[in-house]
């Protein structure tokens, strides 16, 4: 059963301190997604992953964050430094590069930045 | 602005009542996609529409895209109390040449025994 996997599943952390979130996608899905949950703003999307290049990632903070595919197994998101305002729900996505774009997420990564 | 307005935000409903749940735009979308949301878990995709005027069907949910590919439907027939979540539509307008998915804000489904 492929699914996509996600680390670690719950953070807790202090204002100004390094976050690093992992995700393996499911083999052979090509676009990967990152994804930021909270209760206010919805599903917002944060970066866009194609063969492992970035197509999209202006919904980023450039100045906090950066999202990287070290290789075709490994997506990392970090937040260096963390804010409190940066708590929330953090989902990868991977998805076979279909014109419609069908995403598969994972469970998730659930931030708090105290 | 959302770019996808999904009505009503929240619904709470007994079991065994049908029900409609709106996903509106004033973009054409090439497809358009729905998923559920349980809480705790990632959104799980539910179904695809592509064809204006498409209607399919999964067990007791029905999906309709409409003709002119800017609004779609989730209608549940006989809801039971395992189809409480929040429902997402999701879509890449044609006009914007965005090819990531832009998701709308929801509907929470609360169906009570």
């Known amino acids: 059963d492929a699914r996509v996997t996600q680390t670690p599943r719950h953070k807790v952390t202090e204002m100004g301190q390094e976050v690093t979130m992992r995700c393996q996608p499911i083999?052979?899905?090509?676009?990967v997604f990152w994804y930021r949950q909270t209760m206010m703003q919805g599903l917002e999307l944060l970066a866009y992953?194609?063969?492992?290049?970035?197509?999209?990632d202006s919904g980023m903070p450039k100045d906090r964050f950066s999202a990287e595919m070290p290789d075709a197994t490994l997506a990392t998101l970090k937040i260096q430094p963390s804010e409190p305002r940066d708590s929330a729900v953090y989902f990868c996505?991977?998805?076979?590069?279909?014109?419609?774009?069908?995403?598969?997420f994972g469970p998730g990564t659930r931030l708090t930045v105290l | 602005t959302q770019l996808l307005e999904q009505s009503p935000q929240f619904l709470s409903i007994q079991e065994g009542e049908n029900l409609t749940v709106y996903c509106n735009s004033s973009?054409?979308?090439?497809?358009l996609q729905w998923y559920r949301q349980e809480p705790g878990e990632g959104p799980v995709l539910l179904v695809t529409?592509?064809?204006?005027?498409e209607v399919k069907k999964l067990k007791r949910l029905t999906f309709q895209f409409g003709d002119a590919r800017k609004d779609s439907s989730l209608h549940i027939t006989a809801a039971q109390t395992g189809d409480t979540g929040l429902y997402l539509c999701?879509?890449?307008?044609?006009?914007?040449?965005?090819?990531?998915?832009?998701f709308g804000s929801g509907t929470r489904l609360q169906v009570q025994p």
């Open positions: 996505a991977s998805g076979p590069g279909t014109s419609a774009n069908e995403q598969f």
């Open positions: 083999l052979g899905h090509n676009t």
């Open positions: 992953f194609r063969n492992r290049a970035p197509l999209d």
């Open positions: 973009s054409v979308f090439s497809s």
């Open positions: 529409v592509v064809t204006g005027g």
């Open positions: 999701a879509g890449a307008p044609t006009d914007t040449g965005r090819r990531a998915l832009t």
